[in-house]
């Protein structure tokens, strides 16, 4: 938007902005193509599912059916056949939104001072560093994740050095509580957090960090009036990243939470395994899908519109 | 710190911020401890992973000589390859066209497009793409890995995506817009100006798509075709069992391997930057 | 950089297309993981001449599921009991008749004509258990016998057990302990299993798998639990015991089937009865820690299965296993609302 012209008016100018909306359009359409193919396109399929009745052992009736989408909201009581507010599926939905809210921030809270670290190394080894971050998630997410348990268990590295430290006398319980789920997704998402922010830190102007400190700010000042307004869109970039996998997150709940607590993403994989429920699982993922976008949505026009009042 | 500016004002630097560094290593310490047990118990002679029983190479040993690990392996690998490869170039394109520009109808759909993989667990995917591509399946015969390749393609874009526009956003436009001015054409100033500028946006999101593709579990257990295991789904399969160190001492493998690619890119970084 | 990248890729690209194979057939076993004995697979394969490919599942309903959307190319399919009459109804089954087969005058009798394939006509037996107690006997020294142990756990136990996320097999057991039956709508049993349910599971360490590993390394003292596992954690912490509850238990068979769409008809069928003969069977028991259902096999496998507690039940605990059947949608939806109310 930089080199947008104050000739809005001409004639060329229009043209010009066409054919740059046509070559957007161009270098975007292949990325579209295949999502559509593989991502969004059968996607369609999930939300004809969610109107269909339920078959007899998973998969769908070809009959409309409104039940899938009635029972994400409203349960009827098995018991007395009573129709009430679906209380188990808030509860699911409201644990995965705080302990996701929970782990954004803390993986911001860890990932930013670390990015930052990684961007202001000597340019010759900033990807030294940047590979150390992903190195560990070349190991897969399940071993990883057992090995997540083996440092955080009673018997565990962290309960061990602590108690021959003589700092507790007791081992923590830490394993199969929500505290866990929340360590093992930040562990998890911590380089979608990571990278995204050190790519918009990397071409961070520091003489605009300078400029900061010859105006007598102090570092904290600087930190909040100049970096972070400066990487905010890598920070949202990664805060997406790292929110949104974890409110489906399936693995991790499943083996540090112990799996006694359900997650949205563990609920929605019952409907489609063991519950036989298919039509209820398209519909609270649509529904889940909803509620995301239209956030998004959301937050993309808002910032838009900050953006277009703050270039003009 | 020997960068120009730090080296200029000795006693002040302006890259310094209060516990950063000390949060910042701890943060690696973190994510190695995990590793660390990892790698010490695929050198447990014991089988339990959780019990200490003296070194030995037994487990590398039986992960060799084990086929369904090796070949497991090798498809993870290769299909993150391919996958993380081609999600990049389509990412970078898609971060070209959606950034930097007056806001144009139709780019909401296209942001929406781009991060919608994000947003719904992977099992309703998952379970879409095996009704779809089955019909495909059945029409042409064909089971190849290109059904693999192409949906990791497809849920790994996003992760390059995001990377890569956070690097474009408001990436200095002079330089490129110098390029126009002596007449380069815009693959050119592609090429030669906005590439190199973007190179570690795309680097970021090449990594993070890799590590996606091979972390995942549901899409590659419903599309998978006979012969397709990948190490995860290996895995999976291994869960209600028994995890043997055979996985530990794979993946203590893959690490090693990774770190030595690490050292290339670090020294081929080290060449560029001369 | 750039060079390395195109190269390598192209590299792929070639290795994933090619799929060069010198055997004479092919065999596409779809079997739950970790539970083929390669031994067993490369015998089948160095007697006929055919090349075998494995791919795993992780449960009935991935599996149902895949070959149920078509154009899977397997040819071979390894359901529980409780789900073969669902695969039989969708038509996914070929009749491939092991009963007319050379082998199956080794089957057991108990074995030989099952409620779930009435004659055997669909599928050819690969293994069988139970779902019981494993308790560590060191931290409990009561009668492990019951089921109680996990719906009213004593007091040395309370909070050291588990129990693993099978919705079907943990309500089934809850059920069969109150004395009702494995499917039942009957309202005020369900109502009475999910008081006691939600009553217990405060006391419940986990829901997870991966018991082997756990019960081996002391970290969970008791878990309701498939025999052959806690078999193998038994060799890690020998003060680990089998309980078979005398309240009922669930009994389950995995038994092998060929598809309706198999490419590869007549090798899967050799590779029925060939699972069928002792020697054979033996090599499945020996890899995965179970019983097969084979007359005559126990003397191929490894001493310490040899009449091993955990892999077959003592006489009088044996009559209180039973084969349980897939339950009516109806009453899977009541399952699914109780055990949604108990993990919520």
């Given at each position: 938007m930089a080199d947008n012209s104050q000739r809005n008016d001409s004639v060329f100018e229009a043209a010009a902005h066409r054919a740059r909306v046509r070559r957007n359009w161009l270098l975007s359409t292949p990325a579209l193509i295949i999502l559509v193919l593989a991502a969004s396109g059968p996607l369609l399929v999930m939300l004809a599912y969610s109107f269909l009745q339920a078959g007899d052992y998973g998969g769908v009736e070809y009959r409309f059916s409104t039940e899938g989408w009635f029972q994400v909201f409203l349960a009827r009581d098995i018991f007395d056949d009573t129709v009430s507010v679906a209380d188990a599926h808030l509860s699911i939905f409201w644990r995965s939104a705080r302990l996701s809210f929970l782990t954004t921030v803390t993986a911001l809270a860890l990932g930013f001072p670390t990015a930052y670290f990684i961007a202001t190394r000597p340019r010759s080894s900033r990807n030294l560093w940047l590979f150390l971050v992903t190195v560990p998630f070349w190991t897969n997410l399940l071993i990883r994740t057992f090995a997540i348990m083996e440092v955080i268990k009673n018997q565990g590295i962290v309960n061990t050095l602590l108690m021959s430290a003589g700092v507790i006398s007791e081992p923590i319980?830490?394993?199969?509580t929500d505290f866990a789920i929340m360590l093992g997704m930040t562990y998890v998402y911590l380089p979608l957090m990571i990278l995204p922010v050190y790519a918009s830190m990397e071409k961070l102007d520091f003489r605009l960090v300078e400029a900061g400190y010859d105006l007598y700010a102090t570092r904290i000042k600087v930190l909040w009036r100049v970096i972070i307004p400066l990487v905010k869109p890598g920070i949202v970039a990664g805060c997406i990243l790292v929110f949104i996998p974890s409110l489906g997150a399936y693995v991790t709940p499943r083996v540090l939470g112990g799996g006694r607590n359900l997650m949205i993403g563990n609920l929605i994989e019952l409907q489609f395994g063991q519950g036989s429920n298919w039509p209820l699982g398209a519909a609270l993922s649509i529904f889940l899908l909803l509620v995301v976008m239209v956030a998004l949505l959301l937050y993309v026009r808002n910032s838009q519109k900050a953006n277009n009042i703050v270039r003009h | 710190m020997e960068n120009s500016l730090s080296t200029r004002r000795n006693q002040f630097s302006v890259f310094k911020q209060p516990g950063f560094t000390i949060i910042a290593l701890a943060c690696f310490i973190v994510l190695y401890m995990p590793i660390v047990v990892l790698v010490v118990y695929s050198f447990?002679?014991?089988?339990?992973?959780?019990k200490w029983d003296g070194f030995s190479l037994q487990w590398y040993a039986a992960a060799w000589n084990n086929s369904a690990v090796k070949t497991a392996t090798l498809i993870s690998i290769i299909v993150a390859c391919q996958a993380s490869l081609y999600a990049t170039i389509l990412a970078t394109m898609a971060a070209m066209g959606t950034t930097r520009t007056r806001p144009y109808r139709g780019q909401n759909v296209i942001y929406a497009l781009v991060n919608q993989p994000l947003m719904v667990p992977e099992i309703v995917t998952a379970v879409a793409l095996l009704i779809c591509f089955a019909v495909i399946k059945e029409l042409t015969d064909y089971r190849g890995l290109a059904y693999l390749v192409l949906s990791h393609t497809a849920f790994c874009i996003p992760f390059a995506y995001l990377p890569i526009r956070a690097r474009l956003e408001?990436?200095?436009r002079t330089l490129e817009l110098a390029a126009a001015d002596l007449y380069a054409n815009s693959w050119q100033s592609f090429r030669r100006v906005t590439l190199p500028q973007l190179w570690p946006g795309i680097l970021a999101g090449a990594m993070l798509a890799f590590v996606i593709s091979l972390d995942d579990v549901v899409i590659t257990e419903f599309v998978k075709a006979p012969g397709q295991d990948t190490l995860p789904t290996y895995m999976l399969g291994q869960l209600r069992r028994a995890i043997t160190p055979e996985i530990n001492a794979i993946s203590t493998a893959l690490l090693l391997i990774s770190a030595i690619l690490a050292l290339f890119v670090f020294l081929l970084g080290r060449k560029h930057g001369n | 950089m750039n060079r390395f990248l195109a190269i390598a890729s192209t590299a792929f690209f070639i290795s994933s297309f090619g799929n060069p194979s010198l055997a004479d057939g092919e065999l596409n076993l779809f079997n739950w993981g970790d539970y083929t004995s390669p031994e067993l697979i490369e015998k089948f394969e160095n007697q006929y001449n055919v090349s075998v490919t494995i791919t795993d599942y992780d449960s009935n309903a991935t599996a149902l599921a895949k070959i149920k959307a078509?154009?899977?190319?397997?040819d071979l399919v390894v359901p529980s009991a409780n789900y073969v009459q669902i695969w039989v109804q969708e038509g996914l089954?070929?009749?491939?008749?092991?009963?007319?087969?050379?082998?199956?005058?080794?089957?057991k009798k108990q074995f030989s004509d099952p409620v779930w394939d009435p004659g055997r006509r669909y599928t050819a037996p690969w293994l069988w258990g139970s779902f019981g107690v494993g308790v560590d006997t060191s931290i409990y020294g009561g009668n492990?016998?019951?089921?109680e142990i996990v719906f009213y756990p004593p007091e040395e136990l309370s909070g050291k057990i588990n129990v693993p996320p099978e919705m079907n097999d943990v309500i089934k057991t809850a059920l069969l302990y109150l004395g009702g039956d494995t499917c039942t709508d009957d309202k005020e049993m369900l109502r009475k299993v999910r008081d006691m349910l939600v009553e217990a599971k405060p006391k419940w360490l986990s829901m997870d798998y991966g018991m082997t590993e756990k019960l081996g390394a002391k970290d969970v003292a008791a878990s309701l639990y498939w025999n052959g596992a806690v078999f193998r954690a038994k060799q890690e912490n020998p003060d680990l015991s089998y309980g078979y509850p005398q309240e009922g238990y669930l009994l389950w068979m995995d038994s092998v089937a060929v598809l309706a769409d198999a490419k590869n008809i007549e090798n899967a069928k050799l590779f029925q009865n060939f699972i069928m003969a002792p020697e054979n069977a033996a090599l499945i028991s020996t890899f995965a820690k179970y019983a097969n259902g084979i007359e005559g096999s126990e003397e191929f496998m490894p001493d310490n299965m040899k009449g091993a507690l955990e892999i077959e039940a003592p006489e009088e605990l044996a009559g209180s296993g039973q084969f349980s059947e897939a339950c009516s949608p109806d009453i899977t939806k009541m399952y699914t609302a109780i055990w949604t109310e108990l993990q919520k």
């Open positions: 319980q830490m394993l199969y | 447990n002679s014991g089988t339990s992973p959780a408001g990436m200095d | 078509g154009g899977h190319g397997f089954l070929l009749e491939s008749r092991p009963d007319q087969m050379e082998n199956f005058k080794y089957v492990i016998n019951t089921s």
